[in-house]
């Protein structure tokens, strides 16, 4: 579950902050951003966050929030597999709302160029290093066949071997779900194999390919894909950052009981 545990936090904070507005279940009042079409039958790992606020309400009840929750388990989930750790910043607390409209406009899509990528990640407060660091984790999970379908059999900028290869589970039609791993190398090792390749025309997903295609991002790239200890050091940075987006803090929002259900 690490690269799905990363992707939670990712799509928690950019919709309204790291708000865990990410993990609230549809009532008459609250529009939840589950079913949002970036995390419909897409993100995973609710029952994790579930299962760890469980643990700690029974420890220290109505102290620690969902979104704490999240953001740890995040950090987890990358030393779990070989990624870097980091400080968590603690003591955000959780939304009384949620917003499927925002989910649907805020978070980035696999279709979009470099410079629609970038503006979306610097309306959040993050440079294109923080985006080039952050989609290195994508060093480890899968994407679903609709995602990359048009680029293994529409895109020129891809290996054609790859290409092939990944043909094999993602056919022109059907087979929408069939899964393929984001990183061919090492898809369970939090590493730097996703620059390396990146720079051989071999990203599975066009946000992927775009940040190494003759574009401003390119040199990035290259320094990560030979110097795995800056990659480490810029994703452990970058990660901290994302999680300081609009945090609730003080008497703002609250400290859900059950992380699905505002209390």
């Known amino acids: 579950m690490a690269a799905s545990l990363i992707r939670l936090h990712f799509h928690d904070c950019f919709v309204q902050g790291c708000d ?5 279940d549809e009532t008459s009042s609250i529009q939840s951003e589950k079913t949002a079409g970036p995390n419909d039958n897409s ?16 420890i220290c009840p109505g102290v620690v ?10 950090r987890d989930a990358s030393a779990y597999v070989g990624g870097p750790s980091w400080a968590v910043k603690l003591g955000r607390r959780d939304s009384t709302t949620a917003s499927r409209d ?12 470099l410079d629609k990528l970038t503006s979306r990640f610097q309306k959040k407060g993050l440079t294109a290093r923080d985006m080039v660091a952050l989609s290195g984790s994508h060093t480890i999970g899968q994407a679903q066949c609709f995602t990359f379908r048009d680029r293994i059999y529409n895109a020129s900028n891809i290996d054609a071997g790859f290409a092939s290869t990944r043909k094999r589970r993602c056919p022109r039609t059907g087979g929408q779900a069939n ?3 984001l990183d061919l190398v090492t898809p369970n090792s939090f590493d730097n194999k996703y620059f ?6 071999k990203g599975l997903l066009h946000s992927d390919q775009v940040l190494f295609n003759g574009g401003s991002t390119d040199s990035i ?7 795995p200890a800056k990659f480490s050091s810029d994703f452990a940075s970058a990660m901290i950052k994302m999680g300081n987006i609009h945090p609730l803090t003080g008497s703002a929002g609250q400290i859900r009981r059950i992380c699905s259900a505002v209390n």
């Open 102 to 113: 925002l989910a649907n406009t805020d978070l980035p899509a696999f279709t979009e160029s």
């Open 221 to 227: 790239v290259t320094e990560y894909s030979r110097n």
């Open 179 to 181: 899964l393929a791993p």
């Open 196 to 201: 390396k390749n990146l720079m051989r025309n």
């Open 43 to 58: 993100v995973r790992g609710y029952e994790v966050i579930d299962k760890a606020k469980s643990k700690v309400e029974k």
């Open 65 to 74: 929030s969902c979104a704490d929750i999240i953001a740890v388990a995040a």
């Open 20 to 24: 865990a507005s990410i993990l609230l």
